[in-house]
């Protein structure tokens, strides 16, 4: 009865900028550490941003200076902000949080995958 939402993917050109959504639904109560991951055809899942409850993060060495991950707690939400876009950027792009769900329980949940292309 929980989901995770994804929304903001699409076809950009190089240099351009994204915004990536990340919305639990559902018999959320809370959210916890969230993350992104992306994946690209052939590749390994590769862990781009992760942000924790109290608002710490850190990103992959690729992205630095790139991309910032941010979260509003009072709409179980997520986010990517994506700048200055490169065409080794595309890829399938998944959010996973921990949320407090059904029960009160602390699990993990993973969005249904976002594409991200970026054209040269």
């Known amino acids: 009865q929980v989901q995770l939402v994804e929304s903001g993917g699409g076809l950009v050109q190089a240099g351009g900028t994204l915004r990536l959504s990340c919305t639990a639904s559902g018999r959320i109560y809370s959210i916890n550490n969230g993350g992104w991951y992306r994946q690209a055809p052939g590749k390994q899942r590769e862990l781009v941003a992760h942000i924790t409850t109290g608002g710490s993060t850190n990103y992959a060495d690729s992205v630095k200076g790139r991309f910032t991950i941010s979260r509003d707690n009072a709409k179980n939400t997520v986010y990517l902000q994506m700048n200055s876009l490169k065409p080794e950027d595309t890829a399938v792009y998944y959010c996973?949080?921990?949320?407090?769900?059904?029960?009160?329980?602390?699990?993990?949940?993973w969005g249904q995958g976002t594409q991200v292309t970026v054209s040269s």
């Open positions: 996973n949080v921990e949320a407090i769900g059904p029960l009160f329980k602390l699990l993990e949940y």
